[in-house]
Every structure is written in C-alpha cells, then in structure tokens.
C-alpha cells in the first residue's frame, strides 16, 4: 500500500455509494482487508503507509483494534444504505506494517468485527502478513483458535547482506521455525521474496529460493525491488552510496525462480505468485486481480465496490479522528467509468495464468494476439482455446504486452 495517495474527487462524509455500485453486487465476491500500519523500524526500500512508535503523534497502537471494528460496523452500514446486497466475507487479509506487532488478542478481536458484521463465508480464507520475528509458536496457535487459515511471512531473502541492504531485522534461521510452528497450528504458510536487491548476486538469490523451497511452504511469492522515490534506498543510489537494480540481471533472477519452483511442483497463477495447487492460491488477491469488491480498513486503506475505488487518510490520528466521529475515514474516491474498467480488466486479468478472455478484446486488441503468439510473449495454444495466456517471457514483458493490447 502506496504512501502517497491518489488525486481524485473528494469523498462524501457519510460514504455512501451510487447506484451504479450494487449493480450486479452478487455475481462478485465481497473481501476485507484491513491495514495495521505499525512497524517496528522502517525498513529502507518501504514507501508503505507504516508508522514506527516515534512517528504516530496523537495515535495509538493499543487503542487501534477498536478503531478498526468501528469502520468495520460504519462499513457495513454504507452498504446497506447503498442499496448493496449483504455479502458475507469470502476473504479476509492483514496487511501492513506489520499486523503481528499487535497482541494475538487484537487481530482475533478485528476478525470477530468482521465476523459478526459482515459474517464469514464457508471456508472463507484468513490470512495475515507476519515478520518472522514477531511471532512464535503461541502467537501463531492463538491466530489459528481465532479463524485464522494462512500466514505469510517476509522472508525476502536468506542472505545476510542482503538482508541488511533490506534493512531487515530477522534472522534468516529463524525462518524454518516459523514455518514449522505455523504449520504445527494447522495454518497455511506462504513465503514472500525479494529479489533484484543492490548488491545481490544471481547465486544469493539462489541461495535465497533454495531455502524457500527447503521449508515446503504452500505459497510463494518473488518480487522484484523497485526503488520507491523518497525511500532511504532511492536516496543512498542517488548519492552513489549503492548501485541502481539491474533489470537485466532481474529478469534473470525471476527465469530461475520460475524453474526452479514449477521444478518443485509449483504452478505459477500470477505474474509474482506460484503456489503448490489451485487450493492454495492467495483468493483474497485474485479478488483483486478479477475486480471483485472489498472494504478496506485503516488508514490509507483502499477500498472498490463495484467501480467505486476509495482510500482512507493516512495517518492513525487522522483516522481515529473521523472513525470516531462516525464519519467516513476516506479521503478521495473516484467512479470509473465503463472504458476505464474494461482497461483495467485487460491490464489485471493478463496477469493471472487463468488468463484473459480474447472475447474480452476489441478489434485491434484480438488482432494483435497472433503477433504476441509470434514473439513468444503469449501462449498459442491457450489462444486457440480463447484465453490470452502468457509465456515466461511474457510475464516478463507484461507490461509490453498490455500496452499490445489495447493499442
């Protein structure tokens, strides 16, 4: 989650949506994700919206899970008066910061807003973020007690220096620990890599995807650094202190990860994402990926129903003001209109391997797959069946092939 927030129209106090947002509300699933924008330390590369202690000035970490279950319950009420069908969640995510930095007890107090407000679909997905050193065995049995089904830890690498160039604080050993106690209290366990770090050699990453594979998760996830304007990093590859990423020795790395993981068994569904089978795929972001509906809790947290996209204002202090209040925390908030979905659609939709519909292409957009299949960049035999699918090298170049597409 970005730290900058987009400019659009202003966001009405009260929250309420257009008719337009409940138009065909039930054919798309409903998820909540809510943000806890705590970290320990701020970590070089992070343009998240995060707040270490020193910088939360009026907020509070202890009062946060309650603010949370306010917006929970002042969600659910816009909906309803929005003419939006009841929905019960079909997923659930923490994001941050770093959820797990809050007591056991908060994170399950939030999941129960969740559950008693909006109700949890069956074998609905509950999933947070964690850094491997703010968890243990406990913490991770309480978080399956309360309804939680999957973790996912940042690991990003398994090598020391580059762990440091990260300015991450957890110990590479600790990370077979955590997978084994989360999987002791019967959680699904997804790993998250960064790759393409200043100083990191093609064999680091190797190491790092070895012993990734070595603790048997049943999700991973690789991405490759980008170097955020106003971040430490951005600021130390100005001043000549590291050197910028190498793209090319990226897509090198991201070649190596994707053999060795489908080696290992692993199917990739998106761009980043590989998992061990279709159970395991992360649902709460391939809602984001097929343009599903979410509400969004916390500060800077962004929300879509059904063409509506909204975000809250960043800072805790400003969004306990208004939740409080029993105002709506949202800062901006746009409508978009039929074009703008369908580009979305083909820019999100290209990126998972289920693929985009060549139905869902205009004229020239059709016309220009039998080149993309030419170039390598898309796969022909799915494209024979009626779905643009892309190749390694597309996913490479998926950019490229978006802009192809709707040329």
């Known amino acids: 989650m970005p730290s900058t927030l987009p ?55 202890a009062d946060y899970a309650e603010q949370a279950a306010t917006e929970v319950a002042f969600g659910a009420e816009v909906l309803a008066l929005s003419g939006i069908p009841s929905r019960e969640a079909a997923t659930v995510f923490f994001g941050g910061g770093t959820p797990t930095l809050l007591p056991s007890a908060d994170l399950a107090s939030m999941l129960a807003a969740v559950r008693s407000t909006f109700g949890l679909a069956q074998h609905a997905e509950v999933t947070t973020e964690a850094n491997p050193d703010s968890v243990d065995a406990g913490y991770l049995a309480d978080l399956a007690a309360a309804g939680f089904t999957r973790v996912s830890f940042g690991m990003q690498s398994a090598v020391p220096h580059v762990l440091r160039t990260l300015e991450r604080t957890h110990d590479p050993e600790r990370i077979p620990l955590v997978v084994q106690w989360a999987k002791d209290a019967g959680l699904q366990v997804s790993l998250d890599l960064i790759y393409g770090t200043p100083g990191e050699s093609l064999t680091d990453w190797s190491t790092s995807v070895e012993a990734a ?45 994707d053999e060795r993981l489908e080696a290992a068994g692993y199917e990739w569904y998106e761009v980043s994402n590989w998992a061990k089978d279709a159970a395991h795929r992360s649902r709460h972001n391939l809602a984001y990926w097929l343009g599903h509906d979410w509400w969004g809790v916390g500060p800077g947290a962004h929300s879509h129903v059904g063409g509506v996209r909204w975000w809250n204002v960043k800072h805790p202090a400003a969004y306990a003001q208004r939740v409080l ?81 709707l040329a």
């Open 7 to 61: 400019i659009a129209d202003p966001a009405p106090s009260d929250g309420l949506l257009p008719a337009s947002a409940a138009v065909d509300a039930t054919s798309r699933d409903f998820g909540v994700y809510l943000h806890v924008p705590f970290c320990r330390v701020r970590c070089g590369y992070c343009d998240f919206n995060t707040y270490t202690a020193t910088e939360l000035r009026g907020a509070r970490q």
């Open 213 to 257: 594979l070595s603790c048997d998760p049943d999700h991973l996830s690789a991405y490759s650094l980008i170097v955020e304007d106003g971040t430490k990093l951005a600021r130390q590859i100005r001043r000549g202190e590291v050197p910028e990423p190498d793209e090319d020795l990226q897509a090198d790395m991201y070649e190596l990860v």
């Open 325 to 405: 209040a029993g105002e709506s925390p949202a800062a901006g908030r746009e409508t978009l209109d039929a074009t703008t979905r369908e580009l979305e659609d083909v820019l999100l939709r290209v990126r998972i391997r289920d693929g985009l519909p060549v139905s869902a292409l205009h004229g020239a957009g059709r016309a220009a797959v039998a080149g993309l299949i030419a170039d390598g960049l898309v796969d022909a035999k799915a494209a024979l069946h009626g779905s643009v699918e892309l190749t390694r090298t597309g996913r490479l170049l998926a950019d490229a092939v978006v802009r192809r597409l």
